[in-house]
């Protein structure tokens, strides 16, 4: 057997970088939790649609994010006033 044929035993990883060997086109990998009877709730309706539960979340949230249609800065200007109104009732 050559040196070539025999496992090493030890390793550098040094250049090492984490993530998927292969990364997917416009996708990114992240870890979040979510409340577990919503992760089956997702994992139901995905079995039922013959669709994976991730391609179901990304969808809501697709739906989520397009039922706003006003531009960012009035969407900013609303959430600063609510907050101002809530800061002058606690003072």
């Given at each position: 057997m050559s040196k070539k044929d025999e496992m090493m035993e030890e390793y550098d990883f040094s250049q090492g970088r984490?993530?998927?060997?292969?990364p997917q086109r416009g996708k990114?990998?992240?870890t979040i939790f979510i409340d577990t009877d919503i992760l089956e709730w997702f994992?139901?309706?995905?079995e039922r649609e013959g669709r994976g539960y991730q391609t179901e979340i990304n969808q809501a949230l697709?739906?989520?994010?397009?039922?706003?249609?006003?531009?960012?800065?009035?969407?900013?200007?609303?959430?600063?006033?609510?907050e101002l109104k809530l800061v002058k009732k606690a003072s």
């Open positions: 984490r993530g998927p060997v292969i990114t990998r992240i994992r139901d309706e995905a697709r739906n989520y994010i397009k039922q706003d249609k006003r531009p960012i800065q009035e969407i900013v200007r609303e959430v600063v006033r609510k």
